[in-house]
């Protein structure tokens, strides 16, 4: 019984000391493993706090691409919400950007200058930025525009005492629109429509200003205003003319009576048929003067044009119509084109338009020499094509651009009316006519005259 209980003993106290060994590697390997727990379940957390964060950062510096993976349970919810968020940033930048371009683009290409000036503090007024068609307008780079002090630099010194008080209105609310007078760098005054107002952005405030040159259009302006004078001067005229013709018919009968009653010198008669050819001379060019001011009505009819100038040429070149040295032979040759088309035109003011020609080109061939007319058909531009040239000397190229002009002639008894009167004739037809010299010498008439059917003139 001793010896079991002595083994009894001995084998609990065997129990006894394994356990207070166990029991001492548990006390000392309990803080390594409580540790090891703590670090695994940290960083099984801080990681995906980590990704998150990095993925702020991408965020922040702007590579809005950037997406997270591998987070799962929670924070795999939050990376979902993260790689959303991101999309719609990217989207709403996109849109943005976009907008900024155009915006910028219509701002960079308007036709008008732009201006966005300071509106609050000392620098009110000052150029903040300023668009192309600014620079354009005013002769100065855009970096120059910028280093000016105010807006009113660009003024001129009349248009600058208005400025502050312009931009106190628009300060006050108010929209502006007024006609004022700018400078260009080069001292160039010229008008500008100006319209401006106050905005605000990111909570400051500026005035956007809209600047247009209507130097274009004062001059359109005032040329219709002396169109209009010269309207109500030609009314005038046309009635002066009248009375101006009738009472020099009235003097002309008498003085013929009077020749024809009175016992006159031969003397005395070359004075008096002078008096009467210079009163013929002033109703021609009277009735010359009436025609260009007040022509009269198109009759329109279906007309050939070869016709009217083979007319013409008859009448007009037949006969002598040279002041002096008449017995010069004048050659006419006639190249037409026997495919022209009818069109609808006044014969009578197209034979006029010829005649007048003839009667310049015969002047300019007073010793002689060749007129030749040529006709064709344009079939593309629809237009019936008539050229007049002579081998005369030509025309000054100095006076060559003057010739359509009313009241110019170099003509010492000429009216300055024929060719002036011929012009309007063609563009009454729709028909253009130009004039040049000949490279081998002589003028050349070119006399483009659209075709209309007699359908389209009904």
């Given at each position: 019984t001793n010896a079991k209980l002595e083994n009894k003993t001995q084998s609990t106290l065997k129990d006894v000391?394994?356990?207070?060994?166990?029991?001492?590697?548990?006390?000392i390997m309990g803080p390594f493993a409580?540790?090891?727990?703590?670090?695994?379940?940290?960083?099984?957390?801080?990681?995906?706090?980590n990704i998150l964060v990095d993925a702020t950062r991408k965020l922040k510096s702007g590579d809005l691409g950037y997406r997270i993976?591998?987070?799962?349970?929670?924070?795999?919810?939050?990376?979902?919400?993260?790689?959303?968020?991101?999309?719609?940033?990217?989207?709403?930048?996109f849109k943005i950007k976009e907008s900024e371009k155009r915006y910028r683009m219509l701002f960079e290409s308007a036709g008008d200058a732009i201006f966005m000036l300071e509106a609050e503090g000392e620098n009110a007024g000052k150029i903040?930025?300023?668009?192309?068609?600014?620079?354009?307008?005013?002769?100065?780079?855009?970096?120059?525009?910028?280093?000016?002090?105010?807006i009113k630099d660009l003024d001129t010194p009349e248009a600058a005492k208005g400025a502050q008080g312009r931009i106190e209105r628009m300060l006050n609310g108010e929209w502006i629109k007024a006609e004022i007078e700018h400078r260009k760098k080069d001292g160039t005054?010229?008008?500008?429509?100006?319209?401006?107002?106050?905005?605000?952005?990111?909570?400051?405030?500026?005035?956007?200003?809209?600047?247009?040159?209507?130097?274009?259009?004062?001059?359109?302006?005032?040329?219709?205003?002396?169109?209009?004078?010269?309207?109500l001067v030609g009314e005038w005229a046309v009635g002066l003319t009248h009375e101006i013709k009738n009472s020099l018919a009235g003097i002309k009968i008498s003085v013929e009576v009077l020749l024809e009653e009175l016992s006159v010198s031969e003397e005395d008669k070359a004075i008096?048929?002078?008096?009467?050819?210079?009163?013929?001379?002033?109703?021609?060019?009277?009735?010359?003067?009436?025609?260009f001011a007040k022509p009269s009505k198109l009759q329109p009819l279906a007309v050939n044009v070869n016709e009217i100038l083979d007319k013409t040429i008859n009448f007009s070149l037949k006969q002598p119509i040279r002041s002096s040295n008449t017995a010069a032979k004048i050659d006419i040759v006639k190249d037409f084109?026997?495919?022209?088309?009818?069109?609808m035109a006044d014969p009578l003011q197209l034979q006029q338009v010829f005649t007048n020609i003839f009667l310049n080109s015969a002047?300019?061939?007073?010793?002689?020499?060749?007129?030749?007319?040529?006709?064709?058909?344009?079939?593309?531009?629809?237009?019936?094509?008539?050229?007049?040239?002579?081998?005369?000397?030509?025309?000054?190229?100095?006076?060559?651009?003057?010739?359509?002009?009313?009241?110019?002639?170099?003509?010492?008894?000429?009216?300055?009316?024929?060719?002036?009167?011929?012009?309007?004739?063609?563009?009454?037809?729709?028909?253009?006519?130009?004039?040049?010299?000949?490279?081998?010498?002589?003028?050349?008439f070119h006399i483009s005259l659209p075709v209309k059917q007699v359908e389209e003139e009904q």
């Open positions: 000391n394994n356990a207070k060994i166990m029991l001492y590697m548990l006390i409580i540790t090891g727990l703590g670090l695994f379940f940290v960083k099984s957390f801080t990681k995906p706090i993976s591998g987070l799962k349970d929670e924070f795999g919810e939050v990376a979902a919400s993260f790689n959303e968020m991101s999309d719609s940033l990217r989207e709403h930048m903040v930025s300023a668009n192309i068609a600014a620079s354009e307008m005013h002769g100065y780079t855009i970096d120059e525009m910028l280093r000016l002090s105010m005054v010229f008008p500008v429509e100006i319209s401006a107002g106050l905005f605000e952005f990111m909570g400051h405030k500026y005035i956007l200003a809209f600047d247009r040159d209507i130097s274009e259009r004062k001059g359109i302006e005032e040329t219709l205003k002396r169109a209009e004078q010269m309207k008096i048929l002078k008096v009467v050819d210079e009163i013929k001379r002033i109703e021609l060019l009277l009735k010359s003067l009436l025609s084109n026997s495919n022209i088309p009818n069109t002047e300019a061939l007073r010793n002689g020499g060749t007129i030749t007319v040529k006709t064709s058909y344009d079939a593309g531009a629809g237009a019936i094509k008539v050229e007049i040239s002579d081998n005369g000397a030509g025309i000054d190229e100095k006076i060559l651009n003057k010739i359509f002009d009313p009241f110019f002639t170099t003509k010492s008894k000429g009216t300055g009316l024929g060719l002036a009167i011929t012009k309007r004739i063609v563009e009454r037809h729709g028909g253009e006519i130009s004039v040049g010299n000949r490279p081998g010498g002589g003028v050349i």
